[in-house]
């Protein structure tokens, strides 16, 4: 499974990056807008600082201004891929995105036949939303088991992208369902690796450890 994080901040990427278990980075508007600098120099900053794949995500909403501003940032560096929303217009860029080369993460995904559409377009990557799902009191989590059923049947090889994550318990499902990649806030990050009993057990392996003999 490839862990990605969800974030546009150079200090997160480079504090998960140190644990050498990065694999790429995504980001999107409201990623970016909390840095409060401009949205091509924020994507440069990120491109370069991981070699791995980071998502760069269009702002328009129509066919003509999607592809042109995906070529605009598939210049940026070789591992951008370009987050294109998933509505009808878009379906077309990524059709002919992909015909260009140019991988895709069809984004704003919230059910698996939306999904098999992108798919079905050239998608690179899939990005199912369950978090804001769970918000809805929807099952989010469904909806990446039915992808990776559908996928699986058909052979598709468009990577999932479970995103949206809001704690440690979306990962572990994720991975259980086969999932490619989840992608992860900087929090949750933190919080998977931590466990209170780790910590109780290193604590009392350090005061045994002063009772030995020296
Ligand atoms: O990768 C998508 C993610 O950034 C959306 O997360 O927490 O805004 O639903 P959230």
Do not use: W
């Not at 491109?47 to 605009?72: H, L, N, W």
């Not at 077309?92 to 992108?118: G, P, W």
């Not at 699986?152 to 468009?158: I, L, M």
């Amino acid at each position: 499974m490839k862990l990605f994080i969800d974030t546009a901040d150079i200090k997160e990427i480079r504090r998960a990056k140190e644990l050498g278990i990065l694999d790429g980075v995504t980001t999107n508007p409201t990623l970016v807008s909390r840095i409060g600098r401009p949205y091509r120099e924020v994507l440069v900053e990120v491109a370069k600082e991981v070699d791995g794949p980071v998502s760069a995500e269009v702002i328009s909403t129509d066919y003509d201004g999607m592809v042109k501003e995906a070529r605009e940032l598939a210049k940026i560096r070789d591992n951008i891929n370009i987050k294109i929303p998933l509505i009808e217009e878009g379906l077309r860029a990524v059709r002919t995105l992909s015909s260009e080369k140019i991988k895709t993460n069809v984004t704003l995904c919230f059910n698996s036949i939306q999904a098999l559409m992108a798919a079905k377009a050239g998608a690179t990557f899939i990005s199912p939303f369950i978090g804001r799902l769970d918000d809805i009191a929807s099952e989010g989590m469904e909806v990446v088991e039915e992808i990776a059923t559908i996928y699986a049947n058909y052979g598709f090889n468009t990577e999932i992208i479970v995103a949206s994550i809001r704690n440690p318990l979306h990962i572990k499902h994720a991975a259980l369902i086969g999932a490619d990649i989840a992608t992860i806030p900087f929090d949750v990050f933190q919080k998977i690796i931590k466990h209170p009993l780790t910590d109780i057990g290193i604590a009392r392996f350090i005061e045994d450890y002063k009772k030995i003999p020296k």
